[in-house]
């Protein structure tokens, strides 16, 4: 199992990248978008709790601390399901060619 993910290391890369290219080719901002759109996210949101609802510091750590210690993992885990899900529905054809069978322990 070990040796095959080296052997196929310059495949995964080339989708990645063309992923990338094809996702991001459309904006305006290209793939800068990548960085810019939960950083302003984080600003925004900072913005509104700090100054419109006035959330006070915990333990003397700054919230936007707080906030970015939340962002980034809320972040990482809808954008993962989103495009697996995402690649699951449109390679369908893949899938339906696949037969799962049902093991049951006793």
Not at 11 to 31: E, H, M, P, Q, W
Not at 55 to 84: K, R, S
């Amino acid at each position: 199992m070990s040796t095959e993910i080296p052997k196929h290391m310059r495949i995964l890369s080339s989708l990645i990248i063309n992923d990338l290219k094809a996702r991001y080719l459309t904006n305006y901002l290209g793939f800068f978008w990548v960085l810019i759109q939960p950083c302003a996210t984080a600003l925004i949101l900072w913005f509104v709790f700090e100054h419109g609802v006035k959330v006070a510091p915990h333990h003397d750590f700054p919230f936007l601390l707080w906030l970015i210690c939340g962002l980034i993992p809320w972040f990482f885990i809808t954008e993962a399901l989103n495009t697996g899900c995402h690649a699951i529905k449109d390679n369908s054809f893949l899938v339906k060619k696949i037969v799962f069978t049902y093991h049951f322990c006793r």
